[in-house]
């Protein structure tokens, strides 16, 4: 029963972050036109307009790319800065909630602030569906950064909690991660297609429901009245003090810098694809969605590698930044789409090598040096998320020109082939033995008698 009801909860977190980074990118084929037609610049005639109107460049009805560029070139200066900033508005927002969140989930639990994140992004993406105005629309992306950053810290930390031995640890966050980049790739078809030829409104409700339907299966196994149980586990350890750790420190640092190259190139590949080799839209929007199979194959081979080797975590971390720093450089290299796709693939299958190896090794260095509560050690880690996808929507277009293109690849690749060796750090982790923590203390065998309960005051101390 209790291994049914792990196996249910890890289905709600997926579904959670997959619905969260759904939501992310399923704006992309539906901002830059609704901002256009708001603004009365062209698109569709009205923020209700029927989906099969005209698109901003002025083409016939049904013409519509189903992934337009996240920065069309029609659009004004203006225009752009407030796209860029509607994007960055939900990771600016997590950037700053999470270290609260994090706090909070070690206090309290991870199913209740997981519910609230939930409750949240349902809000935000009803809002999407019945915006009006640019402000709408920016309150609704900045509500989806508060629920992010409850809903996505809480369930990576419910998974390692109620995973707390490898290699399905190992497995299960692997799982997470698939669902994510799921998430991520799927999305902007799925947003296109169905603000093509059902409306605007139809991508934000389906998700609506689904993340209903989610929070009500997640109350449903972990009720409101069962987190009084936690009023009896120990405290976490505080969040600064985490971030003082240099081996979690390295590790966060590896997050933000493997994901940097994925952050700045969403928001200026499909303007350089047009300019340089004359991409046609459904060339630009397809672009990032092979990534999703070379992902999946890594996550499917750390997994694998880190459950015959685990001593070698660090190792498929460094050489997940190698290929992601050389892949990065070749993108400028490319000449048509086909070419594009292979870098980017890199990217991705880079990206899955370090997260799947080092998320399990945050879970892993806080039981073994501090208390094995993961609250605070998983907002970290989001953290390092929220710094590159806050940087990208609002940096990236600024470098590429000031800088160029090929400069801002060539500054990506570079970062990461120099942090790959950094790694080298974390070689002896595996080789730390956890410590008797409060935590197992009270698991394994509360005190007996007046010894036993000085000594664990002693222990407390």
């Not at 299960?172 to 902007?188: M, V, Y």
């Not at 799925?190 to 299966?217: Q, S």
């Not at 070749?330 to 000449?335: D, G, M």
């Not at 020109?401 to 790694?423: D, E, I, K, R, S």
Request: glycine share 10%; aromatic share 8%.
């Amino acid at each position: 029963e209790a291994r049914r009801q792990r196996r249910l909860l890890l289905a709600v977190v997926c579904v959670a972050l997959l619905l969260d980074n759904m939501l992310y990118m399923v704006i992309v084929p539906i901002v830059p036109d609704y901002i256009a037609a708001m603004r009365g610049k062209g698109g569709a005639a009205g923020p209700f307009a029927p989906a099969g109107g005209n698109e901003s460049g002025g083409t016939g009805g049904g013409n519509r790319s189903l992934l337009p560029a996240r920065y069309p070139p029609a659009a004004g200066g203006n225009e752009d800065v407030q796209i860029g900033v509607l994007f960055a508005s939900k990771a600016l927002l997590q950037l700053l909630v999470s270290p609260l969140s994090g706090t909070l989930i070690d206090r309290v639990g991870c199913e209740g602030p997981l519910l609230a994140g939930l409750a949240v992004m349902f809000l935000s993406t009803t809002t999407f569906a019945f915006a009006q105005n640019y402000a709408t629309l920016f309150a609704a992306r900045s509500l989806q950064g508060l629920g992010s950053a409850f809903a996505d810290t809480a369930g990576i930390a419910l998974i390692a909690d109620r995973y707390a031995e490898e290699p399905a640890r190992s497995r299960a966050l692997g799982t997470a991660l698939a669902c994510i980049s799921f998430g991520s790739l799927a999305a902007p078809p799925f947003g296109g297609i169905l603000y093509e030829f059902a409306g605007r409104r139809v991508p934000f409700l389906v998700l609506a429901c689904v993340c209903l339907l989610d929070g009500l299966l997640l109350l449903a196994l972990a009720p409101p009245g069962a987190a009084a149980a936690r009023a009896n586990m120990p405290v976490g350890t505080p969040i600064h003090r985490l971030m003082a750790d240099p081996y979690i420190a390295v590790v966060a640092g590896a997050l933000a810098t493997c994901n940097i190259p994925l952050a700045f190139l969403e928001p200026t590949i499909a303007n350089w694809m047009k300019e340089s080799m004359g991409a046609s839209e459904w060339e630009v929007g397809l672009t990032w969605l092979p990534a999703f199979f070379p992902h999946v194959l890594g996550v499917y081979l750390t997994v694998r590698l880190a459950a015959a080797y685990p001593h070698l975590q660090w190792f498929y971390g460094a050489l997940g930044m190698a290929i992601i720093g050389a892949s990065s450089c070749l993108v400028p290299a490319c000449r048509n789409f086909g070419q594009v796709i292979i870098p980017l693939c890199g990217i991705c299958f880079g990206i899955a090598l370090v997260d799947t190896a080092l998320l399990p090794t945050l879970a892993f260095l806080v039981d073994v040096r501090h208390v094995s509560v993961y609250g605070s050690v998983y907002a970290i880690a989001d953290i390092s998320y929220c710094v590159a996808y806050a940087l990208g929507p609002i940096v990236a277009g600024q470098i590429v020109h000031t800088m160029g293109f090929v400069q801002l690849n060539l500054g990506m690749g570079l970062a990461n082939v120099l942090y790959a060796p950094v790694l080298l750090f974390l070689k002896n982790v595996c080789q730390m033995k956890p410590s008797h923590s409060e935590r197992n203390i009270l698991l394994e065998e509360g005190p007996k008698g007046l010894y036993d309960t000085i000594k664990m005051e002693e222990r407390k101390g």
